[in-house]
């Protein structure tokens, strides 16, 4: 689909620049976005996405520049100013209040009114209208929490109708949605275009972006790289604008899969009959010496489960743990470590990184955790194993003192990496390193993996991109439905073989 | 210059300094300190004696605070253990015997920690709200002082024991010198070892911490041992001030002032990163401004006004929202020119 170039813009935004202490976070960086387009901001963690969203929601000030809107020039100075311009955001972290009813946050602040109360019965009424525009038939008194993200996210965007928006912003909305919800949501934003509103889409899934979106603009380093209708920048153009080099890498990381691994002697780690009630049924699963072995799935397959019991994150009710072959007991995360097992939660933000902590403090939190409170580990120490691992693994800014919070996510994952490394694991479980993280930050965290397994590490590797599995993985091990169904080898499988025994393998079977 | 001035303790010693500038113009003899008897006297000196059981609760506050929680037995737990203290004074044969006194005030201490451990308990193990945890003590904990003390105001004259208020050493104030060793032990033992840090953790990401293998639940536990042991400590103190137990008006809203100090001293009460000076500097603002109003004369009646308006402007001083927020002011009005004359107003900032 192309858009008719004479449609005056929504958004003009010109000669964007904002500064951070010790930072150009964005250098003149100029961005439009027409009425009915799909527009994806495109470029690696740090480039300015988030800072350009940023000031076009009202979040940050701009140090020079200006932004049109509607063909008037406007200065936000917060995100309500920017609201009432038509500019709504939704965020891969869905801001809504999940303790209230689908209907009360679609209608929040735009309740219906009879006298000095709220109608509700009106209200609920309202929010049913919105929602069925974007083809939901949802019961408007039902708690948002008792949606999956996808529902919620799709709460989120009629939130966004009832504001009457004429700009929306999706930052990263597919990140936690499997393929039929991301379906769903690509309808709606159809839907969306095709009655003129302007939707800026960011999300690290290439294939999404060109199924969606109309336009590309590229960013690097805070500048703007380029803007391209999407029929003219193939996909090995874009990922070369997006990081400046030619994506070599992760050729060479592909042949990590066919690297015999020895399984006569004593797995690093085995789980017999591991599972919990109504969590997961029990399975079995045994790691050798530097192997990596793979776990795919659907989103809620029961992949996250498994790595947890395993780990003494939740506690197993039947099952046993032997590391090196003798029987332990792993019932907390501490058990674990102390056998030199280390898990990196899919959920970078809350069960990952101590936000208001800085990068050598999160970086050292792992080891000072094992030894104690009492035994402070002496600052030249630290300072040394910090300096080792921000170069080893190219954490960006290679600032010690910065809070990590304010590290874009693939830097956030670089530093939990090199948390866990730092406590010198036998086993390091990966629950989805490389979700929402650039394509170079994913290329250096694969290159790691592929380089410590082969030195010896054995590495448990969860992630949603199957090629990512196949490419690191020499065994794959399959799970649905909360059900270990089966284990594959990595060197003769190839990525439709792995779809299919996901979606087909052991149907019956278990009858 | 900038340095000084975005320091977190910055505000805090601004809002003391004023405090005492203040008091020094309005009557000069107040920042007077006399040597007598090789014992320093004067109103700082005793701003600083009577500040002791407040600081030692608050510091223990801190600590609670950065975990995440709150600890509103503190009150309870002083009148309990002045309660205890005296009764075994009072039921010694020689109540004036040093040894008798030492006995009474470690058993009253130990009954504390024990106070605090089960708060500690009840947060970490159970995992009950720590608002509501603590409650339950601060509601039960008087009634047991009065249990203890059956019924009654019990007094006691023991030199040994009005020594802990009213006794000098080394030409300070006793009880002074007990908050100062509080405050260094605790600086020493979360700043030397790795408490500090792993008890910011825990504050700012319970979970995050727990999956890095942090014991948090000991971590939180601690926090309430320590809180429960220093107020028995301040109880000692009160109880010492007055020689009595009494059971009703020991420790009465300090829970409320040691937040507030905290607060004062820049601690979120969102938990984890937390400051000792910063407190140490918070219950001297609240004890010198305590003071003031006494020096000044201003009535009774009207002293807790007075204490809230002081209060709610050095909050306000200490907010940094409104800081931004008027500077940003300040840069709109400017970047519109200088000819705008409303911008005098605004440099107030």
Known sequence: ?511 | MTAIYRHRLFWPIVALVTLIVINAVARPQFIKIRVQDGELYGPLISILRDSAPLMLVALGMTIVIATRGIDLSVGAIMAVSGAVALTIIDGAEDPGNVGTVLIACIVAVLVSLVLGAWNGFLVSVVGIQPIIATLVLMLAGRGVALLITGGFITTVNSEPYSFIASGYLFALPFAFLIGVVAIVILSLVERRTALGVLTEAVGINPEASRLAGVRSRSIIWGAYIVSGTLAGVAGLIYASNIKAADANAAGVFIELYAILAVVLGGTSLNGGKFSIAGTVVGVLIIQTLDSTILFLGVSSAQSPVFFAIVVVIVVIVQSARLRDGLAALTARVRSRGAGVQDSDKVEVA
């Not at chain 1, 192309?2 to 100029?30: H, K, N, Q, S, W």
């Not at chain 1, 932004?67 to 406007?74: D, K, L, N, S």
């Not at chain 1, 999956?148 to 999706?170: C, E």
């Not at chain 1, 599995?469 to 799970?479: E, H």
């Open chain 1, 1 to 511: 689909m192309t858009v008719d170039i004479d449609v005056p813009p929504i958004v003009e935004m010109r000669g964007i620049t904002i500064r951070f202490p010790g930072v150009l976070a964005l250098d003149g960086v100029d961005f439009t976005l027409r009425p009915g387009e799909v527009h994806s901001l495109m470029g690696e963690n740090g480039a300015g996405k988030s800072t350009l969203i940023k000031a076009l929601t009202g979040v940050y000030g701009i140090d020079a520049g200006s932004i049109t809107v509607a063909g008037e020039r406007r200065t936000f100075s917060t995100a309500a100013d920017a609201q009432d311009a038509g500019i709504s955001t939704v965020y891969q972290e869905v801001n809504l209040c999940t303790n209230l009813t689908v209907g009360e946050n679609v209608m929040l602040g735009h309740e219906q009114r009879r006298g000095t109360g709220i109608d509700w019965k009106a209200t609920h009424r309202e929010a049913a209208r919105h929602l069925e525009s974007l083809g939901l038939s949802l019961d408007t008194r039902s708690m948002l929490a008792s949606h999956s993200i996808a529902i919620q996210q799709l709460v989120a965007i009629s939130r966004a109708m009832v504001l009457d928006a004429k700009v929306l912003i999706l930052d990263e909305p597919t990140s936690s949605l499997d393929r039929g919800e991301v379906e769903q949501l690509f309808g709606v934003i159809r839907d969306l275009r095709g009655k003129g509103v302007a939707i800026l889409f960011v999300s690290h899934f290439l294939d999404q972006v060109y199924e969606i979106s109309d336009r590309i603009t590229v960013l690097r380093n805070g500048t703007l790289v380029g803007e391209h209708p999407i029929a003219e920048l193939p996909r090995d153009a874009l990922v070369t604008k997006m990081i400046g080099r030619e994506l070599e890498d992760l050729a060479a990381i592909a042949n990590s899969s066919h690297r015999v691994i020895d399984r006569t002697g004593t797995p690093v780690v085995k789980a017999t009959g591991l599972g919990k009630r109504g969590v997961l049924e029990p399975a079995d699963l045994e790691i050798y010496e530097g192997e990596v072995v793979g776990i795919a799935g659907l989103l809620g397959s029961g992949r996250t489960e498994l790595v947890r019991l395993l780990y003494g994150a939740d506690r197993a009710d039947e099952g046993e743990v032997e590391v090196h072959g003798k029987g332990t007991k792993v019932h907390q995360p501490r058990h674990a470590i102390e056998h030199r097992i280390s898990l990196s939660s899919e959920n970078r933000r809350e069960e990952g990184v101590v936000a208001d902590l800085t990068v050598a403090e999160n970086i050292v939190l792992g080891i000072q955790a094992r030894q104690g409170w009492m035994r402070k580990i002496p600052k030249k120490d630290q300072d040394a194993v910090v300096k080792e691992y921000i170069e080893a693994l190219g954490v960006r800014p290679a600032n010690p003192n910065a809070l990590v919070g304010n590290l874009s996510g693939g830097n956030q994952q670089k530093v939990l990496l090199a948390r866990w490394l730092a406590t010198a694991p036998e086993l390091l479980v990966l629950d989805e390193p490389t979700r929402g993280i650039d394509v170079g930050a994913k290329a250096d965290i694969q290159r790691k993996v592929a380089e410590l397994s082969a030195q010896g590490l054995s590495v448990i590797f969860i992630s949603s991109e199957l090629e990512e599995v196949l490419r690191l993985a020499q065994r794959v091990v399959v799970l649905r439905d909360r059900r270990k169904i089966g284990e594959l080898d990595a060197a003769d499988t190839d990525l439709d073989t792995l779809i299919d025994y996901i979606a087909n393998a052991g149907e019956g079977s278990a009858a």
